[in-house]
T-cell receptor
Framework: EPEVTQTPSHQVTQMGQEVILRCVPISNHLYFYWYRQILGQKVEFLVSFYNNEISEKSEIFDDQFSVERPDGSNFTLKIRSTKLEDSAMYFC?????????????FGQGTRLTVV | SQQGEEDPQALSIQEGENATMNCSYKTSINNLQWYRQNSGRGLVHLILIRSNEREKHSGRLRVTLDTSKKSSSLLITASRAADTASYFCATDGGNAGKSTFGDGTTLTVKP
């Protein structure tokens, strides 16, 4: 069964450093998303991406964050100048389309720890 | 703002019993989805129910949706220890790309 894969599974970084979280969405999907889940809290939407541009972003997704689809398979989330409060599980998801009856498939997540 | 809220926050049952989790939301939706998350792991999609549907089944899972009450329930029948996980509802609010997740219900099934 096709799946969304994320790497690395766990990333530890020093405060102030830049990190890039990587995702390989399902191959025939056109819509891509990033969510995050701070430990013990709910899953929060960050950004959606379609046709090589951001479709929608949340208040969380400020100038510190950026997304990119550098090639035909990868979808990345870059976090510049990381802060302690960026520590969270980051989930990538993809869907075939954005119709109201579409299921989004989630990856296993990258646990980011900022120290 | 739209928000899914599950109750109870935590549920502990014996293997073989049924587990019912509820979700309430605030604004109109196109669909509501239920996800499962094992501790520290990713989200696994369970069921999507559209706003014009009232009930949906998948194996031991039964989901209901009452749009007049803005609520949904997830029933797991004949629970197993392996069902132990957190369960989340997520609503789309007209934009299926952006899902709004609830706080989740932590289910513990004791063998």
């Amino acid at each position: 069964e096709p799946e969304v894969t994320q790497t690395p599974s766990h990333q530890v970084t020093q405060m102030g450093q830049e990190v890039i979280l990587r995702c390989v969405p399902i191959s025939n999907h056109l819509y891509f998303y990033w969510y995050r889940q701070i430990l013990g809290q709910k899953v929060e939407f960050l950004v959606s991406f379609y046709n090589n541009e951001i479709s929608e972003k949340s208040e969380i997704f400020d100038d510190q964050f950026s997304v990119e689809r550098p090639d035909g398979s990868n979808f990345t989330l870059k976090i510049r100048s990381t802060k302690l409060e960026d520590s969270a599980m980051y989930f990538c998801a993809s869907s075939q389309n954005m119709a109201s009856n579409t299921e989004a498939f989630f990856g296993q997540g990258t646990r980011l720890t900022v120290v | 703002s739209q928000q899914g809220e599950e109750d109870p926050q935590a549920l502990s049952i014996q293997e073989g019993e049924n587990a019912t989790m509820n979700c309430s939301y605030k604004t109109s939706i196109n669909n509501l989805q239920w996800y499962r998350q094992n501790s520290g792991r990713g989200l696994v999609h369970l069921i999507l129910i559209r706003s014009n549907e009232r009930e949906k089944h998948s194996g031991r899972l039964r989901v209901t949706l009452d749009t007049s009450k803005k609520s949904s329930s997830l029933l797991i029948t004949a629970s197993r220890a392996a069902d132990t996980a957190s369960y989340f509802c997520a609503t789309d609010g007209g934009n299926a790309g952006k899902s709004t997740f609830g706080d989740g219900t932590t289910l513990t099934v004791k063998p």
